[in-house]
């Protein structure tokens, strides 16, 4: 039933390593983000992907790198992971376009914690 | 850019009550959309209401209403007979409309509401 998932929830490693979140989304929807949260709660957009196009690329290090085999799924590689990557994760979609007459809806979110 | 403000990084309010949190945005753009999404401890990010700056008439959900002054650039969240269940993280966010599809979710800074029983 869930429309908007995220694995793994939580993911502890340590500095150098690469790792992957991935997000599915049951909704048929188009569009799909990944946001990251600051631990001071901040919000800020990362990616988003129209029917797996590119279209949002915001200033996210190279060694953030999002990839969608199909407009159902948007998964995000992390190489060479560093302390400041520790963040939650989110995951959103949407039917239409960002700034089309759509509302994101969000993923449970991916707690990553780089040690 | 746009730039969303909510000034009021905490609050508490009784079981029950009414309490009103305040959001303002800048934007020299006409047709937008406005967002109040809340972040309970489970930290799901869960839509309460939308806006769409065309429409004069405030959103209401149930418990939950808006006062949206244009003018003002001002969207503040109305929690009615506040319950235990309201306890959480809300964020007031912003979109501008556009058919490109590369227009970004700008959120607030938050406000961490507390509903005490």
């Known amino acids: 039933d869930t429309a908007v998932s995220q694995t793994p929830k939580y993911l502890v490693t340590q500095m150098g390593n690469d790792k992957s979140i991935k997000c599915e989304q049951n909704?048929?929807?188009?569009?799909m983000y990944w946001y990251k949260q600051d631990s001071k709660k901040f919000l800020k957009i990362m990616f988003s992907?129209?029917?797996?196009?590119?279209?949002i690329n915001e200033t996210v290090p190279n060694r953030f790198s999002p990839k969608s085999p199909d407009k159902a799924h948007l998964n995000l590689h992390i190489n060479s992971l560093e302390l400041g990557d520790s963040a939650v994760y989110f995951c959103?979609?949407?039917?239409?376009?960002?700034?089309?007459?759509?509302?994101?809806?969000f993923g449970p979110g991916t707690r990553l914690l780089v040690l | 850019a746009q730039t969303v403000t909510q000034s009021q990084p905490e609050m508490s309010v009784q079981e029950a009550e009414t309490v009103t949190l305040s959001c303002t945005y800048d934007?020299?753009?006409?047709?937008?959309?406005l967002f109040w999404y809340k972040q309970p401890p489970s930290r799901q990010m869960i839509l309460v209401i939308r806006?769409?700056?065309?429409?004069?008439q405030n959103a209401t959900e149930n418990r939950f209403s808006v006062n949206f002054q244009k003018a003002a650039k001002s969207f503040s969240l109305k929690i009615s007979d506040s319950q235990l269940g309201d306890t959480a993280m809300y964020f007031c966010?912003?979109?501008?409309?556009?058919?490109?599809?590369?227009?970004?979710?700008?959120f607030g800074t938050g406000t961490r509401l507390t509903i005490i029983p």
């Open positions: 959103a979609s949407s039917l239409g376009l960002a700034g089309a007459e759509e509302t994101q809806y």
């Open positions: 909704l048929g929807h188009d569009t």
């Open positions: 992907y129209n029917n797996k196009e590119l279209i």
């Open positions: 934007t020299s753009e006409n047709n937008y959309y």
């Open positions: 806006q769409e700056a065309y429409k004069q």
């Open positions: 966010a912003f979109i501008l409309t556009s058919a490109f599809g590369n227009e970004k979710l700008t």
